[in-house]
């Protein structure tokens, strides 16, 4: 049997679409469901599902970061969209990161039940092709590198908006719906760096910036760039720039100042 998520922040579309259509007929069954995308994200990472039928359009949620965390995590997970936001742009960006769907609210029976034989088909592909090198798989790896690009991208644009507060991989992760071990993963291979590296980088980038100004003492800088301690601080920087944050103001030139800071 194959498990099956909804989620959608209307609880008669949700019961609509676990009542109305036949599951069992298509040998699968309703594994859980969800109102929201967070509580979504959750419910999809304990059943693991086979399927999803999903709106993107919900509150607090950002829909192509859920749609590409699911992707770059569980890369043969199938899902189709319901949704009353029908940009051309939107859905396209959707199918390049795996979508199998884009349906639009509201929809019909048929398409629904289209959308649900077309994903039952793909399952049924790669369970009797799992190493197949035709097409579909080259599609699929676009869809998941696409995906994983798409990850990586929001976690660094988080980082670089929330660098001066204190900021964990798991916060980072919860905001681009996958898993801690996932981003560790997908940024490790992408950045050739761990999360903390990335961070200091971005948090030393910034400092450097910083130390242009002269009114601004050292142990002001380290705690505005986030930094918990000066001596932490110090050592990352040193660490990083091969010269102590006293010695690269010193060093510091007019020239250097103007393009360090446009």
Request: with cysteine.
């Amino acid at each position: 049997m194959y498990k099956v998520v909804i989620v959608d922040d209307e609880p008669i579309i949700v019961e609509g679409i676990s009542r109305m259509i036949p599951w069992k007929e298509y040998h699968c069954r309703i594994a859980g469901v969800a109102n929201d995308g967070m509580e979504g994200a959750k419910v999809i990472r304990k059943y693991r599902p086979h399927m999803i039928i999903t709106d993107i359009s919900m509150p607090d949620l950002d829909g192509l970061g859920m749609i590409a965390g699911l992707k770059s995590e569980f890369p043969d997970m199938e899902i189709s969209i319901l949704t009353g936001y029908g940009k051309f742009e939107y859905a396209q960006k959707a199918i390049n990161l795996g979508v199998t769907r884009f349906l639009l609210k509201p929809s019909n029976m048929d398409e629904l039940i289209e959308a649900i034989t077309t994903m039952i088909h793909n399952l049924q592909w790669k369970n009797l092709f799992p190493e197949d090198e035709l097409q579909e798989s080259d599609q699929e790896d676009r869809s998941d590198s696409e995906a994983s690009n798409f990850i990586v991208n929001s976690a660094l644009k988080y980082m670089e908006q929330n660098y001066a507060h204190k900021i964990t991989l798991s916060e980072v992760a919860e905001k681009t719906y996958v898993s801690q071990w996932h981003l560790s993963k997908l940024l490790n291979r992408t950045m050739e760096q761990n999360f903390s590296e990335i961070l200091n980088n971005i948090r030393i980038k910034e400092a450097q910036k910083l130390l242009c100004d002269p009114q601004l003492r050292i142990g002001d800088i380290a705690e505005m760039v986030g930094f918990v301690d000066l001596a932490h601080f110090s050592r990352v920087f040193k660490k990083n720039m091969g010269i102590s944050a006293n010695e690269y103001r010193n060093k510091i030139s007019s020239k250097d100042i103007e393009a360090l800071t446009h």
